[in-house]
């Protein structure tokens, strides 16, 4: 573990190894466990006693186990989600400026990528941006789990979110604490729902799969068009059609359905005869129908073209 203690503390602060040293704690005091609920291993005198003493490595200031604690944690055994990296390299970025440092520095000291770090920092600022400005917090989106920061970096490496949201190339160089200027900050909003959604505007994310759909979004935002349509309402597929012609926007949904239609095909053997209803049938004869009509026209307007 890795502890320090200023010069007016009276007790030590565990800057690496809270969660090894909770464990000891409950391991040692039955009562701490019972209080938390919590099952832990009845452990005999010799084993017990080894939780006595641990090693502890005690810094003169915090930022001296900076380097250890980002090295362990980002390319180390131990690794945290991309959001817990881009906050740790943020707050250390934010303290290496007013040393005169660069995000190089802070890439060097943790081992990483320089533009992997700019894409971390620069989007945490951009979310702390909108915190602080009531723009968005992320306790707002909508879809459950872990939150998916990956959306959001990957997306500020795309020209159309960066046009969108007023940023220049090679903005998150050397970034301030507030990239967006004021004047986007509504836009800035109107992306963060799009992406995770909003409980407060109760809107669902439009970001289902991040691949292909942070692109598609991204098409749809340069689309002044498209990107009415999804301002109102429309789901982000039939906001993305309408950004191609409509010969690519037909082709794609015939794609798309004969995907479906191929795994529906799969499943026929599997069925049993109670599966054949006449809902199901009724089902089949429209999607006959609607093909015949497809390849109808399609059909007679090859024939036209070749003629």
Do not use: C
């Amino acid at each position: 573990m890795i502890v320090y203690k200023g010069p007016s503390q009276s007790k030590y602060t565990v800057l690496e190894g809270n969660r090894r040293l909770a464990a000891l704690k409950i391991l040692q005091n039955e009562k701490i466990a019972r209080e938390l609920n919590m099952s832990v291993p009845k452990l005999d005198v010799k084993k017990l006693r080894t939780t006595e003493k641990i090693k502890v490595f005690r810094v003169k200031d915090p930022l001296d186990a900076r380097a250890y604690i980002g090295f362990k944690h980002i390319n180390g055994p131990q690794r945290w989600d991309a959001y817990a990296k881009a906050k740790f390299a943020t707050k250390w970025y934010k303290d290496f400026r007013k040393e005169g440092k660069t995000i190089e520095d802070v890439a060097r000291q943790l081992g990483d990528n320089n533009d992997t770090v700019r894409s971390y920092v620069g989007s945490v600022l951009i979310l702390e941006q909108a915190e602080n400005n009531d723009i968005y917090n992320i306790k707002e989106k909508t879809n459950r789990g872990k939150f998916a920061f990956s959306h959001l970096y990957t997306a500020l490496d795309r020209p159309e979110y960066r046009e969108f949201l007023g940023l220049k190339q090679g903005w998150n160089t050397e970034p301030s604490d507030n990239p967006i200027h004021k004047k986007d900050l509504g836009k800035l909003r109107e992306v963060l729902v799009y992406m995770f959604g909003s409980k407060h505007d109760n809107k669902p994310a439009l970001i289902q799969s991040q691949n292909p759909d942070i692109r598609k979004l991204g098409i749809v935002l340069s689309n002044e068009v498209s990107l009415m349509k999804i301002r109102n309402g429309s789901d982000l597929e039939t906001a993305y059609l309408n950004t191609l012609n409509s010969g690519d926007a037909l082709e794609k949904i015939l794609t798309d359905a004969s995907i479906i239609l191929a795994r529906g095909t799969e499943l026929l053997p599997k069925l049993n005869t109670d599966s054949f209803t006449p809902t199901l049938l009724d089902f089949v004869k429209e999607i006959k129908a609607q093909i015949e009509i497809l390849y109808g026209y399609i059909n007679n307007k090859t024939s036209e073209k070749n003629n």
